[in-house]
Each structure stands twice: as C-alpha cells, then as structure tokens.
C-alpha cells in the first residue's frame, strides 16, 4: 500500500511526497500542479457575469428547464438546473446554482437581484410562480420582466 503525505502551502507550490522511488514521485507532484493548474484557470474564467449575460444565461437554462418539465419530467428543478450548467460547461457561485443569486453575490438578501431591479415585487418564492413547484410560469415570468428592462 502506498502512503501519500500532502504538504500544503500556497496552491502553485502545493506538492506531494510519495513513500517509493524519487522518480515517481516527481510524477505525481506534476500531475498535481497540472490538476492545480487546470482548477485555478478554470475558477478564473467564472469572472463576474454582466448584467446582460446573466439574464441571457438565466433565460436560456429556465427555457430548458420548462420544455423538460412540459414533457412531463419527474426530476427536480434542482437537479434539471445542475444537468443544464453541467451540459453547458458553467460554473455558478453559490448554493442555488442560480445567475440571478450570483449576480446579487448575497443569497440572504436580494436587493440586487436583476428580477427585482426590474420588478421590485418580483420573487422566485412568489407562489403564483414559484421556481421549483411551477418553472413554465417562472419562465414565463422571466419573459415578461425581459421585455420590460429591454423596453
């Protein structure tokens, strides 16, 4: 059985010692700051979205989801929601994996939420289109509150 030891410190000098020949352990390290390498450049691209790209971005996944379901899915809007962004390659900060709680950066509070900087009163818990229970209405909702900020 072989033994790894990590030794942290900053992420480019991450690094890790392998109990068998010298050789093989320099492999490993630079299989690791490849894989370093690659997650670092891959959260650098996940740049902050623009208020149009994230309404666009929004749009696209929520059509998704509501063709889905109108075909009469079982699966969850969560699980819809990470199948999408996975098929698309995004990554989405937070917990929600939701553009519109990425944009506003706080999920507590959703004061600026881009639905609510259109439409004050808008709220994806409102029951009439709640986006878990009922995602054809949400995204009919997020097509109404689009024509009123393109207008």
């Given amino acids: ?88 390659g995004i990554i989405v900060k937070g917990d929600h994996d939701c553009f519109f709680c990425e944009y506003n950066n706080r999920e507590d509070v959703c004061e600026n939420c881009p639905g609510k900087l259109v439409d004050y009163d808008f709220s994806c818990q409102r029951e009439k289109y709640q986006h878990t229970r009922k995602p054809a209405a949400f995204y009919k909702e997020l097509l109404r509150l689009n024509r009123i900020r393109k207008a």
């Fill in 1 to 88: 059985m072989e033994i790894y030891q990590a030794i942290s410190g900053p992420v480019e000098s991450f690094s890790i010692v392998r109990n068998s020949s010298p050789e093989s352990s320099r492999l490993r390290v630079v299989e690791v700051r490849e894989w370093t390498k690659k997650f670092t450049t891959r959260r650098k691209k996940m740049k902050e979205r623009t208020l149009n790209q994230t309404w666009i971005l929004s749009l696209r996944m929520w059509r998704s989801i509501a063709a889905i379901k109108a075909k009469g899915s079982r699966k969850q809007v969560f699980t819809l929601k990470r199948q999408w962004l996975r098929k698309n």
